[in-house]
């Protein structure tokens, strides 16, 4: 009798944790909701705004000296990355409510001005500060207030792009890499499926695309995939190097942060009418769809690359996933026919696995595939993606992501840091 009133009063604590969660979760996504759709629809009318108006691409100095004198003045600490909302959420902290306001003008203004960056790092930090000081208001414990932070982070990436399977686990993926939180699963999909909801409601189309081209599972079509994916490895290494050494060089060179993103907005300007095109400013949403359909030229990838590292090198705001899929999608269309692959396909393989390799993320980058271009040719999307994540070795856009296990483990022996070590085959391992 006491094993079944043990047994009964268990069942009722789980049921009244997950009550507790679903309501919260769902608070949650009604409010990232309308926010990552007033976010996303910003930042649209940002990028349109600035191709009718050509001539707001020379104010981008003057924006960046507002942003820098924004970051100074209101948040001197945080600086506006998405190493912030990562930290928080490793030490239970609570991002401070300024941080919404401040990711949302600064990343507008750089999109509306020329600046070349993305929108789902920036929507992270606007999620989970909201979230976050929301879990606060409640007089929720330290614990929960992680807990809430996450599923405003996933509602808001969810939100804005329009990918609730993608945003929930790149959440709970990310922050610790090879450590997933299986407990904040419901509750951040909970949040994500509503944020995603409420702003498809509100205007707010998801991203998606037609996938033209596909190829059959064959022995040559895995070797092809495989040797992308390789590719793509080494091209996030250069693209997470590249963006952590611009920063470093801009600081070396001009120390006052001022100069910096003043010079930084001369650069990209100058940039802009040496080449004759606005490709590489804002988002780039279009080359990425013309990507896609087959058409890319062969030098797009690097110059996205250089465009984003001068942008946020300097001091402008945004995320870096958006150039992440330009420079994937770009790269994979020209790569993919040397190798005998479909020019859509593998601009599709290329955008999903560099976001893999970039971000150390493999089953998010796996329901990103399936999200976005539909399940087709999904196998070929776990291959290059398990390829670009192996190979891509402890490198990551993120300061604040740690590597809790090996890549690359055989029998005792395993990668770790750079050499390779015999290790206790059961022992629990941690990369920094």
């Given at each position: 009798?006491?094993?079944?009133?043990n047994?009964?009063?268990?069942?009722?604590?789980?049921?009244?944790?997950?009550?507790?969660w679903?309501?919260?979760?769902?608070?949650?996504?009604?409010?990232t909701?309308?926010?990552?759709?007033?976010?996303?629809?910003?930042?649209d009318?940002?990028?349109?705004?600035?191709?009718?108006?050509?001539?707001?691409l020379?104010?981008?100095?003057?924006g960046?000296?507002?942003?820098?004198?924004?970051?100074?003045?209101?948040?001197?600490?945080?600086?506006?990355?998405?190493?912030?909302?990562?930290?928080?959420?490793r030490?239970?902290?609570?991002?401070?409510?300024?941080?919404?306001?401040l990711?949302?003008?600064?990343?507008?203004?750089?999109?509306?001005?020329?600046?070349?960056?993305?929108?789902?790092?920036?929507?992270?930090?606007?999620?989970?500060?909201?979230?976050?000081?929301?879990?606060?208001?409640?007089?929720?414990?330290?614990?929960?207030?992680?807990?809430?932070?996450?599923?405003?982070?996933?509602?808001?990436?969810?939100?804005?792009?329009?990918?609730?399977?993608?945003?929930?686990?790149?959440?709970?993926?990310?922050?610790?890499?090879?450590?997933?939180?299986?407990?904040?699963?419901?509750?951040?999909?909970?949040?994500?499926?509503?944020?995603?909801?409420?702003?498809?409601?509100?205007?707010?189309?998801?991203?998606?695309?037609?996938?033209?081209?596909?190829?059959?599972?064959?022995?040559?079509?895995?070797?092809?995939?495989?040797?992308?994916?390789?590719?793509?490895?080494?091209?996030s290494?250069?693209?997470?190097?590249?963006?952590?050494?611009?920063?470093?060089?801009?600081?070396?060179?001009?120390?006052?942060?001022?100069?910096?993103v003043?010079?930084?907005?001369?650069?990209?300007?100058?940039?802009?009418?040496?080449?004759?095109?606005?490709?590489?400013?804002?988002?780039?949403?279009?080359?990425?769809?013309?990507?896609?359909?087959?058409?890319?030229?062969?030098?797009?990838?690097?110059?996205?690359?250089?465009?984003?590292?001068?942008?946020?090198?300097?001091?402008?705001?945004?995320?870096?996933?958006?150039?992440?899929?330009?420079?994937?999608?770009?790269?994979?269309?020209v790569?993919?026919?040397?190798?005998?692959?479909?020019?859509?396909?593998?601009?599709?393989?290329?955008?999903?696995?560099?976001?893999?390799?970039c971000?150390?993320?493999?089953?998010?980058?796996?329901?990103?595939?399936?999200?976005v271009?539909?399940?087709?040719?999904?196998?070929?999307?776990?291959?290059?993606?398990?390829?670009?994540?192996?190979?891509?070795?402890?490198?990551?856009?993120?300061?604040?992501?740690?590597?809790?296990?090996?890549?690359l483990?055989?029998?005792?022996?395993?990668?770790?840091?750079?050499?390779?070590?015999?290790?206790?085959?059961?022992?629990?391992?941690?990369?920094?």
């Amino acid at each position: 009798m006491k094993t079944v009133q043990n047994a009964l009063h268990s069942t009722l604590r789980y049921l009244r944790v997950c009550f507790k969660w679903l309501v919260l979760a769902a608070l949650v996504g009604c409010l990232t909701g309308p926010l990552g759709a007033a976010f996303g629809l910003a930042l649209d009318w940002a990028n349109t705004t600035r191709g009718v108006h050509g001539w707001l691409l020379y104010l981008l100095p003057i924006g960046g000296l507002i942003i820098v004198f924004l970051y100074r003045r209101f948040d001197p600490n945080g600086g506006g990355s998405t190493n912030q909302v990562f930290a928080a959420v490793r030490e239970r902290k609570v991002l401070t409510l300024r941080t919404a306001p401040l990711i949302f003008f600064s990343t507008v203004t750089t999109h509306l001005l020329g600046g070349s960056s993305g929108r789902e790092g920036a929507a992270l930090l606007l999620g989970g500060s909201v979230s976050g000081q929301f879990g606060r208001l409640l007089r929720l414990d330290r614990h929960d207030c992680r807990l809430m932070t996450m599923c405003g982070m996933a509602g808001a990436f969810s939100a804005i792009f329009g990918t609730p399977l993608a945003a929930t686990i790149f959440t709970i993926e990310v922050v610790n890499v090879g450590s997933m939180q299986y407990a904040a699963l419901l509750p951040c999909l909970i949040s994500a499926l509503l944020g995603v909801w409420i702003s498809g409601r509100l205007g707010l189309a998801p991203t998606a695309f037609t996938l033209g081209a596909t190829a059959e599972l064959t022995p040559v079509t895995i070797l092809q995939v495989l040797v992308l994916g390789i590719l793509l490895a080494g091209l996030s290494i250069v693209f997470c190097e590249l963006l952590h050494t611009a920063p470093k060089l801009y600081a070396k060179f001009f120390p006052n942060p001022y100069l910096r993103v003043a010079v930084g907005g001369l650069l990209i300007i100058a940039l802009t009418k040496l080449l004759g095109t606005t490709d590489y400013n804002g988002a780039g949403s279009a080359v990425i769809a013309a990507a896609i359909a087959g058409q890319a030229l062969p030098w797009a990838f690097a110059l996205k690359m250089l465009f984003t590292a001068l942008t946020l090198g300097s001091g402008y705001k945004g995320g870096e996933i958006v150039p992440i899929f330009f420079t994937g999608a770009t790269f994979g269309c020209v790569v993919a026919p040397l190798l005998g692959l479909p020019a859509p396909l593998g601009a599709a393989l290329g955008m999903v696995a560099l976001f893999c390799g970039c971000t150390n993320s493999p089953l998010a980058s796996i329901c990103l595939g399936l999200e976005v271009f539909g399940g087709q040719c999904l196998p070929l999307f776990a291959l290059v993606c398990a390829v670009s994540y192996m190979l891509s070795s402890y490198f990551s856009l993120y300061h604040e992501q740690h590597f809790l296990h090996s890549k690359l483990r055989i029998g005792s022996v395993q990668f770790l840091q750079g050499h390779w070590a015999e290790t206790d085959p059961d022992e629990e391992n941690s990369v920094v």
